[in-house]
């Protein structure tokens, strides 16, 4: 049943736009009650995180594609496609909707710390840290700020790129 609610949510956002489509109208198409709906989902960002999660591949896969990669800025690179095709696949419109969407209601769509959902996501951050750190020590990144901050300028700026 979950599955078929993501689905179809999914499905109804990238048609009709996040934020023309009600909870109401996704339990109808599904054939469920709001209350089965909200038994998967506590939001309409729930639904849309978990699909994008869905897209990202293990920390196993992630790794052996890693290990492969002979420079960090390789790694790096390998990783932001990564990311890329996951934004491809639930396509720029849906993703910067539903982003807008979730700032202004104060529901992080993509939270990026250690208490959040998006174990798959947060996990792929960090390595992306951990390689931006490791970058900084063997000279292929400056070392002129910390890693995180580089990595979060870079996540938004490129998330403000995808967006607009």
Same mark, same amino acid.
């Given at each position: 049943m979950k599955s078929r609610i993501l689905e179809k949510s999914i499905e109804l956002f990238k048609l009709k736009g996040f934020d023309n489509v009600s909870i109401d109208e996704i339990s109808a198409e599904c054939g469920v009650t709001k209350g089965s709906f909200y038994h998967y989902f506590n939001s309409k960002y729930r639904v849309v995180s978990e699909y994008f999660e869905s897209l990202i591949k293990n920390d196993q896969e992630v790794i052996r594609?890693?290990?492969?990669?002979?420079?960090?800025?390789?790694?790096?690179?390998?990783?932001?496609?990564?990311?890329?095709?996951?934004?491809?696949?639930?396509?720029? +419109? %849906? *993703?910067?909707?539903?982003?807008?969407? !979730?700032?202004?209601? #104060? +529901? %992080? *769509?993509?939270?990026?710390?250690?208490? !959040?959902?998006?174990? #798959?996501?947060?996990?792929?951050?960090?390595?992306?840290?951990?390689?931006?750190? #490791?970058?900084?020590?063997?000279g292929e990144i400056k070392n002129i700020i910390p890693a995180d901050e580089v990595f979060m300028s870079y996540m938004l700026g490129f998330l403000g790129t995808t967006l607009y």
């Open positions: 594609e890693l290990i492969l990669k002979d420079s960090v800025l390789d790694q790096l690179w390998m990783l932001v496609e990564h990311l890329v095709d996951c934004i491809l696949a639930i396509g720029p +419109e %849906l *993703l910067g909707e539903s982003l807008i969407a !979730s700032i202004k209601h #104060k +529901e %992080l *769509l993509m939270p990026i710390s250690e208490e !959040s959902n998006n174990i #798959k996501l947060n996990n792929l951050f960090q390595i992306m840290v951990k390689l931006i750190e #490791k970058g900084q020590r063997n």
